[in-house]
């Protein structure tokens, strides 16, 4: 009985080699992050970004020593855009471990549907991978040298994470592209000039820009950094962002404070007038820069201050709502918090959501405490009150 | 069946366990979702509620038989030609689930773990490594899925702080938003997955202390329901209550975005070996108890002939759907719904009807 389980487990290990469908990482092409344009001689094009192993980068290599390979193709589509590629590609495709998926404007407005279809889809593609929008063609930036990292798509992802504030993921592209109560967003990028650089620095760099944002699977607005600061202040702690403000008595010069604690309460309010949404941002602020002539210590000067931080806010805020209600879209969710309070009304408004939306008022207040002064307790210039005294 | 063989009670419950959540998991979580939303919780509760009647009418006529397993007991109480009869129905319910559940393995390991990987070779594999469990007789089965449990029980614990990060105020609905009649259509859909508890007719006689039966049989429904409530409900709160809806394998999807501090990555491979493993616990039962039913329906002396040939049958039946769609749609069909369930209460009465008989006859005795 012990010989035949024995043969038994020994005919089982033949089997459970696991040679079969080996995969040896030598043959493996790993894509660190895809770009998607619109094609100048077919409707798509595809770039990937592939990293190139330590034997592939010697300089016995006839292609160079570059720890990568952008590889571009234009097709009828996603699919035969990345067949192109394989066709030129001597190992074979792997987005197992792909960080970003990068999409020029153009082709965000011509709509994603079928990008996202393609991502979800993929076995090998994670949901939390990072979309951007790249103001102008995605391509440049995966061309584009990264500066403090070895990698392009590691570099894009680490300048997120060291910005802080809200992670947003393909997952939370997706769960937003299905739902009926907000809309879709992805951060924007850009690709700058470095004229300036030391030599034989790259010439260009690629940085955050902004947000893009989408209605249905369509951009229809490129927000700037300043206001997507409220954007990510609705959608989480905006921990770290930074905030520059005019001095309130001298315009011309300003100060800059650095947020450490933030809430924000969005209240949707549903009355016999019709449906508000009442907006409160706290905050706790460090101050981090200060050209105005104004004593921190006195507590009337520096409520001036916090006065006047408050304003700026909420004018960001402002100019966000402005701006997704001029566009019809909802990144923020307001929608869904009237969702969560008024479970029954939403059933009726949810087709409509997109419309009504555009007229919705929306209250804002901020409330910003400066509790940090840096290691200063006084301007290290002189105060108002120190010049006026020297008079 | 080798009446000199035991289990615990505790054993006897972690085989419940792994049977009821281990298939569920992975291709009723969409269905569901789509149905209930995100009170998904609420009909598996009420899944897990109605399963626990069940389980416990199950014990009760199952503890009824004595020693005997359910097919003799039916053989003793209705004379051998109804009896057997019975007993090849039994059989044949449970090597129709074991096929499925062979099937849902197949596809998830060649479509997710071993891409390119030949069929019939991963399927032949897996069905020769459970025929070897089922050889070695029931003990090593269920000490296998005491193991399983508790790294399963590790695992179900440890996600929801594994997916911290994850849940956003934009994935919530409000609680109770979806109409109960909903809520009532995605529990009924579940009932023929939870209704596979029949298959434990055939566990009760190797109870070591059968006194306990009721005990331990709420315990594994309640096990299997709180993972199963657990798990589903997580797979909403991560991607909202529409996205999993869409998906083949929304469990698995969660189980890919775990990323602890961007550094802790890609271990759902770890997390996919539990629940495989708890797959094989239950494709080990159901085979083992299909042909132990067959060969005592066909009066054969032991299980193993039986068991090879319905391996190797499984195997070559479950080819039938050319893919998972086909599979997918002939799993969650009302068809299939209503007659799986259908023939699980049909056998839980018929064996109630058995055990009422015994009763009256003065009890189960314990013959071949």
Same mark, same amino acid.
């Given at each position: 009985m012990a010989r035949r389980r024995m043969a038994l487990l020994l005919a089982l290990m033949l089997l459970l080699s696991g040679c079969w469908s080996r995969l040896e990482i030598n043959d493996l092409g790993l894509v660190m992050g895809m770009a998607v344009d619109v094609?100048?001689?077919a409707p798509v094009r595809v770039t990937l970004y592939f990293a190139r192993g330590r034997g592939q980068t010697e300089d016995s290599n006839p292609a160079g020593g570059a720890p990568v390979w952008v590889a571009t193709r234009e097709a009828e589509n996603l699919a035969d855009a990345m067949r192109e590629i394989a066709l030129a590609s001597a190992r074979r495709i792997s987005l197992h471990h792909m960080q970003v998926v990068l999409l020029g404007d153009e082709y965000a407005r011509s709509g994603i549907g079928d990008l996202l279809d393609f991502l979800a889809r993929h076995p090998q593609i994670r949901l939390n991978m990072r979309p951007m929008v790249v103001r102008g063609r995605a391509q440049t930036v995966l061309e584009t040298v990264p500066l403090l990292k070895s990698l392009q798509p590691q570099n894009l992802v680490a300048i997120l994470e060291a910005k802080g504030g809200v992670d947003w993921r393909l997952k939370n592209f997706l769960v937003a592209r299905v739902s009926d109560s907000h809309s879709g967003w992805m951060h924007a990028l850009r690709v700058v000039d470095r004229p300036g650089g030391t030599p034989g620095s790259p010439p260009t760099a690629a940085e955050l820009d902004g947000a893009a944002l989408f209605l249905g699977d369509r951009l229809v607005a490129l927000m700037d950094a300043r206001l997507a600061q409220a954007l990510s202040w609705l959608l989480a702690t905006p921990r770290n962002s930074v905030i520059s403000a005019p001095c309130p008595e001298d315009r011309s010069k300003s100060f800059s404070v650095t947020i450490d604690k933030a809430s924000r309460e969005i209240e949707p309010i549903w009355s016999s007038a019709g449906l508000r949404i009442r907006v409160g941002v706290e905050a706790l602020v460090d101050l981090t820069r200060l050209e105005c002539r104004d004593s921190i210590l006195e507590e009337g000067r520096r409520q001036r201050l916090e006065e006047q931080l408050s304003e700026d806010v909420v004018s960001r805020f402002e100019g966000a709502v402005e701006l997704f209600q001029a566009n019809g879209v909802d990144p923020a969710g307001f929608g869904h918090r009237v969702k969560l309070r008024y479970p029954a009304s939403w059933r009726s408004i949810a087709p409509r959501w997109s419309d009504i939306w555009r007229e919705v008022p929306v209250e804002i207040s901020a409330k910003l405490t400066i509790h940090q002064p840096g290691l200063l307790l006084e301007p290290a210039h002189k105060t108002e009150q120190e010049m006026h005294q020297a008079e | 069946?080798?009446?000199?063989?035991?289990?615990?009670?505790?054993?006897?419950?972690?085989?419940?366990?792994?049977?009821?959540?281990?298939?569920?998991? *992975?291709? *009723?979580?969409?269905?569901?979702?789509?149905?209930?939303?995100?009170?998904?919780?609420?009909?598996?509760?009420?899944?897990?509620?109605?399963?626990?009647?069940?389980?416990?009418?199950m014990a009760w006529s199952g503890s009824q038989f004595g020693r005997l397993s359910p097919v003799q007991a039916a053989r003793q109480a209705l004379g051998?030609?109804?009896?057997?009869?019975?007993?090849?129905?039994?059989?044949?319910?449970?090597?129709?689930?074991?096929?499925?559940?062979?099937?849902?393995? $197949?596809?998830?390991?060649?479509?997710?773990?071993? $891409?390119?990987?030949?069929?019939?070779?991963?399927?032949?594999?897996?069905?020769?490594?459970?025929?070897?469990?089922?050889?070695?007789?029931?003990?090593?089965?269920?000490?296998?899925?005491?193991?399983v449990t508790l790294f399963l029980a590790g695992a179900v614990i440890s996600l929801p702080p594994a997916l911290l990060r994850e849940y956003h105020i934009l994935q919530l609905e409000p609680i109770?938003?979806?109409?109960?009649?909903?809520?009532?259509?995605?529990?009924?859909?579940?009932?023929?997955?939870?209704?596979?508890?029949?298959?434990?007719?055939?566990?009760?006689?190797?109870?070591?202390?059968?006194?306990?039966?009721?005990?331990w049989t709420l315990t594994g429904v309640g096990g299997a329901t709180f993972c199963l409530v657990l798990v589903i409900q997580l797979c909403t709160l991560v991607m909202g209550p529409v996205l999993p809806s869409r998906m083949l394998f929304p469990t698995y999807v969660v189980l890919q975005t775990i990323s602890l501090g961007e550094f802790f990555q890609r271990i759902e491979v770890i997390l996919v070996v539990v629940w495989i493993s708890s797959m094989f616990v239950k494709a080990t039962l159901l085979l083992y108890t299909s042909s132990e039913a067959a060969a005592q329906a066909i009066g054969l002396r032991s299980h193993r002939p039986a068991a090879v040939a319905m391996a190797v049958g499984a195997v070559v039946l479950i080819q039938i759907w050319p893919g998972v769609l086909q599979m997918v749609n002939y799993g969650l069909s009302d068809q299939y719904r209503w007659a799986a369930f259908g023939m699980e209460m049909l056998l839980l009465f018929l064996f109630g009807l058995v055990a009422v008989l015994l009763r009256? $006859?003065?009890?189960?005795?314990?013959?071949g």
């Open positions: 094609g100048e001689e | 069946m080798d009446r000199t063989l035991r289990i615990s009670g505790g054993l006897y419950a972690c085989l419940l366990l792994n049977n009821l959540q281990a298939a569920m998991l *992975l291709y *009723l979580p969409a269905t569901l979702i789509k149905h209930a939303g995100q009170s998904v919780w609420l009909a598996m509760l009420l899944g897990g509620a109605l399963t626990m009647l069940i389980g416990l009418v051998k030609p109804a009896g057997s009869l019975l007993g090849l129905l039994f059989a044949l319910l449970l090597f129709w689930i074991f096929c499925l559940v062979l099937r849902s393995l $197949q596809d998830f390991t060649v479509m997710i773990l071993l $891409q390119g990987s030949p069929v019939t070779v991963i399927t032949g594999v897996m069905a020769a490594a459970i025929l070897y469990a089922v050889w070695s007789g029931i003990e090593p089965m269920a000490r296998l899925a005491f193991s109770l938003y979806t109409p109960i009649h909903s809520v009532l259509t995605a529990t009924m859909i579940s009932l023929p997955w939870f209704g596979e508890i029949v298959a434990f007719f055939a566990l009760i006689p190797y109870l070591s202390r059968p006194q306990q039966v009721y005990r009256r $006859q003065g009890g189960g005795k314990a013959h």
